[in-house]
């Protein structure tokens, strides 16, 4: 394994990166260790997906990046510059949504824009109806810009709360479960968006805890699990160097488990009928010889295609709660 050096920069790495965490850790209060020495890299210009099951410390990262809580130890540097100490200059770049957007139901879309951009006290006020315009244009919300918020779709509140994040030209949104509880339809559309925007330079950092979203927009993910980081790199890497596995289909799974162990076949797991391992070295034509030896009637024997999911539950070693 190549270790990482703060000191030496390879070639390839091209620019600095946007987010460089070194040893970055979080104990709350009540002594629960959510981030535990995350040393995260995300490329400029990257859509990276910080992917983790629920409770994996994944919010609890960004709101140390966003200078919201500090860190209790550790450092954290966001478009090169330290934080939470330079937010004052760093944040201005950055656009955010967090747990959801914070929105006023009685006023309208545009309203709520507006208000934001008040709110920030480098927004030269003359131009602030042409920018809450430009930013409901860019998320698609024109049309229902007069309508009260409350009135919105979840969708329709997120793609708001991203055009609040787009108020001015950033350099890094951070988008924490931007789809989360948005039907198909309005899943598409965040995606959508994330796309156009990422085409445009801006580096997305997108944490979710579905795989499938991880590997339809980004191009680089970083899993978490339990505090910790298991992986990090470009999506193609991760899912290729993810092993496929060997699936064994036998009415002798007890059998069949225990010959493939034998056969030097690791995380051996059964269901019913199905016998699924990591792929041996090992020519497959004498593990079904072996398996034909000891007398396990197989119905079938095959290699199943690495899915992505199948890399960050191989690393992670638990499933993903993909229930939205
Ligand atoms: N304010 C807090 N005080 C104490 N513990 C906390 C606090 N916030 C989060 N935790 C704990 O820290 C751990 C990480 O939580 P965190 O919210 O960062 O995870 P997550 O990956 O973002 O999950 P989720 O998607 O559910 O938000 C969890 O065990 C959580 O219970």
Avoid: W
Avoid at 77 to 90: D, E, Q
Avoid at 99 to 122: C, H
Avoid at 141 to 168: D, F, H, I, P
Avoid at 276 to 303: C, H, I, S
Wanted: aromatic share 2%; with cysteine; hydrophobic share 40%.
């Amino acid at each position: 394994m190549d270790e990482p050096s703060a000191a030496r920069r390879e070639p390839e790495e091209g620019p600095a990166p946007v987010i460089a965490t070194r040893g970055l850790t979080k104990r709350y209060r009540g002594g629960q260790l959510a981030v535990d020495g995350l040393d995260l890299t995300v490329p400029a210009g990257s859509v990276f997906g910080f992917l983790g099951p629920n409770g994996s410390g994944k919010t609890t990262t960004i709101r140390m990046l966003m200078g919201l809580i500090e860190p209790t130890s550790g450092t954290a540097r966001v478009l090169g510059r330290p934080m939470p100490r330079a937010g004052r200059a760093v944040l201005p770049h950055v656009g955010a949504l967090i747990e959801g957007p914070a929105l006023y139901g009685f006023l309208s879309g545009r309203d709520n824009l507006l208000r934001y951009d008040a709110a920030d006290p480098t927004a030269d006020p003359r131009t602030r109806r042409a920018r809450a315009a430009a930013a409901l244009d860019r998320v698609g919300l024109t049309a229902a810009a007069g309508k009260k918020a409350r009135a919105y779709s979840l969708g329709m509140k997120q793609r708001l709360g991203l055009a609040a994040a787009l108020l001015r030209p950033r350099r890094l949104l951070v988008l924490d479960e931007p789809t989360n509880g948005l039907d198909p339809q309005g899943m598409r559309e965040i995606r959508t968006l994330i796309r156009e925007l990422a085409s445009d330079g801006t580096t997305v950092l997108l944490s979710s805890h579905l795989l499938d979203e991880i590997e339809q927009v980004c191009t680089h993910a970083a899993v978490m699990t339990q505090g910790r980081l298991v992986t990090q790199g470009a999506v193609a890497d991760l899912a290729a160097g993810a092993r496929g596995r060997l699936v064994v289909t036998t009415p002798d799974p007890g059998e069949a488990a225990r010959v493939l162990k034998e056969q030097g076949v690791a995380d051996v797991i059964t269901d019913g009928d199905r016998v699924t391992g990591e792929p041996p070295e090992r020519d497959l034509a004498e593990v079904t010889a072996a398996l034909v030896t000891a007398g396990v009637r197989v119905r079938g024997l095959m290699l199943e295609r690495a899915s992505l999911e199948d890399a960050f539950v191989a690393l992670t070693g638990e499933g993903f709660d993909v229930a939205g």
